[in-house]
């Protein structure tokens, strides 16, 4: 069995008492050991112990017009141990995959911080550390992850968190049943790492998801109970969402069929947003995957809402050089530029020469976002794409 | 009756439907009645419009060795209505102070953020905007809530929300009943305003609060069920924490008993986490009579804790100028001058010439801080007051 042969006893492995390991986790482990046996038979062979990691570089990711997401091409880049200037970057991999190998089989998990003083220690008799500091570690554990063809929740590896969820579904987390439409103003605190073998989905009444960038905002919808009138699920990322946040939307979109709406600010950085959450990051294209949600779809701020919900002069907030040139560049991602609304909806806001924060509907009335604006696009179908 | 009192129709009144309101947003509507009506009299005997605002300033602020918390003291300074300089932040004031009366009347709430849309605008027929910026409404509103002797949450109004809570207690949030011992891996998210209108304790077995700085290393204490092993509510404000969880800590201290121990970095930024959980902080220090929790203990980490834990030199993190600066600063507050042991930590502090965070105690093994280093001090009763 695959969970026998993943777990035989070895000179680093740590006693793991009675964890028991997910098929997701014996995958994992699988994959190190054969990274691992990969290099001692090159030894055994008498040839130089070597890894091919795919190479995490813009010119290797490209858009996949078919999936509608980035992706990494197949581009790698060698890396020796008998090479002076790779030994340390060589050794380093061996030791993050180890540290995670200890972690799965612990049942464990921790953060890239937690990895990093798990690891770092000085390599006797020298003085020289595993490590100088966490930014030595962190692309480190990134090549592990592409290499290993693993996410970093799949390596145990958990972020910093943020980013709350209400609404008419039932989840279980660690084996607790949470009800998220009983959950008060606080809402449940979306985990980091949200991998089937967590979170499993129990009863779903909700038909969509809409995601709001801010948590005040979110604070707004839930007060209003929106997520129950219109029966949906309520989430948000406090800005960029963290990966458990983009995970679970993509879960819950790609296992449930759920449509996922987004609200953002009518600013470069709410549309930087919503291009991660659809087609994934460029510097993370490995994970786009399992991450982006290729049909999400932004419901606002427009460029034209200033008009159209008759909004005064004093939401205006003028755009800034920065502004302009990062709306520029997004207009020309590829995923962008092939889109006459997107290209329209990024030239009227540098035309408008000011930028609009979901907070300024708050103007009209305190809750004309939850009762007036949403519900009119949402009856309207009017989405960008 | 007061409820009426406080209700009666007025011009700028909005129509509260059926809300029904709190003792406390009763309460709170009759302290910004009484301005107003401190205003119109004044006007009605043909004398100067003006309000006494309570003086937000260093000089203003001292630390109480009673109830061994930052205060207030009684200066104030007047802002009146005709005199060129102040006739601004004057209407601003009344301005801000209607804004928050509607808020109440509506039952609803809202970000500073929010408010500041709800209340900007052109002052017609001129161009005059009712506020510049958000900088220009944040003071005015924290003079309103000492003018009002009124917390911003009494105000209706919300911060940012950051910091989860899981443990052995059940609560009420808005009439929805959650129990924080099944919240899985994610958790209860704190919400920013958690007045007893909101929030209710219904059942509590635990015996203490445990609150950590990071919600990484909350994550660690949850996945290895700490408080359920030594009965406790365990916390974290993600850094510095938010006003809602300082008031959530303050609450299950004060109406439960619970003693608060705070496990945080052993740099200055812990210490002054720590010292504002403890006293209240300066700039705010008309909170603290609200907020801050006298008898708060620090657990650690402690200064002596590298010899301590055995721990080795890679997880030493060099302090810089500003360091040992702050740790200065710090050790002269009034309620660290006086305490031995808090100079003795201190000074250890800047004698060792690192510092360290809580995560270095992954160095000595995953579980260290919940399975040895925690659980000893408990026993201890080992604590910094």
Not at 34 to 58: F, G, Q
Not at 237 to 261: A, C, D, F, I, W
């Amino acid at each position: 069995m695959a969970k026998k042969k993943s777990r035989k006893p070895e000179e680093d492995a740590v006693p793991s008492g009675s964890v028991t390991l997910s098929k997701q986790d014996e995958r994992t482990l699988s994959q190190i050991q054969d990274m691992a046996e990969d290099v001692t038979k090159s030894a055994a062979r008498r040839r130089d112990p070597a890894l091919d990691i795919p190479a995490r570089t813009l010119s290797n990711v490209h858009f996949n017009q078919n999936k509608k997401i980035l992706e990494m091409g197949s581009k790698t880049t060698s890396r020796e141990l008998f090479n002076i200037g790779q030994a340390k970057s060589f050794m380093q991999t061996m030791l993050v995959a180890s540290g995670t190998k200890q972690l799965i089989e612990m049942g464990k998990t921790t953060s890239i911080r937690g990895l990093y003083y798990m690891l770092k220690h000085d390599i006797k008799p020298t003085k020289e550390p595993t490590f100088k500091d966490q930014g030595e570690c962190d692309p480190i554990i990134e090549d592990c992850e592409v290499l290993l063809d693993s996410l970093r929740e799949e390596l145990h590896l958990f972020a910093d968190k943020r980013g709350d969820m209400v609404g008419n579904i039932q989840i279980v987390d660690n084996g607790d049943e949470i009800d998220c439409s009983r959950m008060g103003s606080g809402g449940y605190a979306i985990p980091s790492i949200v991998e089937p073998n967590v979170i499993q989905f129990k009863n779903c009444q909700a038909k969509f998801v809409l995601h709001v960038e801010k948590n005040t905002v979110w604070q707004r919808f839930n007060e209003d109970k929106f997520w129950k009138k219109y029966n949906c699920i309520l989430t948000h990322g406090s800005g960029q969402p963290p990966r458990g946040v983009r995970r679970l939307l993509n879960r819950l979109h790609n296992e449930l069929g759920l449509p996922v709406y987004c609200l953002l600010d009518n600013d470069p950085w709410g549309y930087y947003i919503y291009s991660v959450l659809k087609q994934g990051s460029i510097n993370l294209a490995y994970e786009s995957k399992r991450m982006a949600i290729p049909k999400a779809r932004f419901i606002g701020l427009r460029s034209h809402d200033f008009e159209r919900c008759n909004l005064s002069n004093s939401v205006k907030i003028s755009l800034n050089d920065t502004d302009r040139k990062r709306a520029k560049q997004i207009a020309e991602y590829p995923w962008f530029a092939k889109k006459k609304e997107w290209q329209r909806e990024i030239d009227q806001m540098l035309k408008n020469g000011f930028k609009l924060e979901v907070e300024a509907l708050i103007s009209r009335s305190i809750s004309y976002m939850t009762e007036e604006y949403v519900p009119r696009l949402l009856e309207e179908g009017n989405f960008l794409d």
